[in-house]
C-alpha cells in the first residue's frame, strides 16, 4: 500500500469515526471467511458497515477527534462495525459474539465517549431508533383511542338498554 493509498484509507476512517452513530472494536482472529460475511450481512440488513483497516492508520485517524481515546482498544487482529443508528451496530456484535467465541468485543465509541465491554452490552440492550419511534407513536395514540371508546361506550350502552326495555314491553 503506497503513501496516497494510506491517506485515502486514513481519510475514510476519520469519516466513519465523524458521522457513525457507534463504532464497535472487536477481535476476530480465528474466523472463516463465511463467518465474517455473514456478519457482514447481518450489519447490512441494520444499516450498519464492518471495516477491517491497520491498527496504525486507524489510529491516525482517530488524532483529533472526541473518540481519541479508543485507539487504545486497537490491538491485535481487530475489526470495526459502525452504524448510523447509534444501537444498530452493538446489537449486531453482541448477538454476533453470542454465537461466535471468535468474535470478541473490546469496546467502542459512541458520539465522544469511549465503551468499554459492558457499555456496548448496555448501548445493545437500548431499544433501536424505530422501537423507540413506535414506542412514541403508541403513547400518542392511547389516548385517542380511550376517548373513542369513552365516547362510544354510552351509546352502546343506551342502544343495550332500549332493546331490552323493548324486549321487556313486548313480552
Known amino acids: 500500500m503506497d503513501r496516497a493509498q494510506k491517506e485515502k484509507v486514513v481519510e475514510e476512517l476519520g469519516q466513519i469515526f465523524e458521522s457513525s452513530g457507534v463504532v464497535v472494536v472487536a477481535h476476530y482472529a480465528g474466523m472463516t471467511v463465511?463467518?465474517?460475511q455473514d456478519l457482514?450481512?447481518?450489519?447490512?440488513?441494520?444499516?450498519?458497515?464492518v471495516r477491517v483497516a491497520k491498527n496504525k492508520l486507524a489510529k491516525i485517524a482517530l488524532e483529533g477527534k472526541p473518540a481519541a481515546k479508543m485507539g487504545d482498544l486497537l490491538t491485535g487482529m481487530t475489526v470495526l462495525a459502525f452504524s448510523e443508528d447509534p444501537v444498530a451496530a452493538a446489537?449486531?456484535?453482541?448477538?454476533?459474539?453470542k454465537g461466535n467465541d471468535k468474535f470478541q468485543i473490546l469496546g467502542g465509541a459512541m458520539g465522544g465517549e469511549v465503551l468499554d465491554t459492558a457499555g456496548v452490552k448496555a448501548v445493545a440492550s437500548m431499544p433501536s431508533r424505530?422501537?423507540?419511534?413506535?414506542?412514541?407513536?403508541s403513547c400518542i395514540g392511547a389516548p385517542a383511542s380511550n376517548i373513542a371508546g369513552a365516547i362510544g361506550a354510552p351509546a352502546s350502552n343506551i342502544a343495550s338498554i332500549l332493546s331490552t326495555i323493548e324486549e321487556k314491553a313486548a313480552a
Do not use: H, N
Open 34 to 36: 463465511a463467518q465474517m
Open 130 to 137: 424505530e422501537e423507540l419511534i413506535a414506542q412514541i407513536v
Open 91 to 97: 446489537k449486531v456484535c453482541e448477538a454476533y459474539s
Open 40 to 49: 457482514r450481512a447481518k450489519m447490512r440488513e441494520v444499516g450498519g458497515s
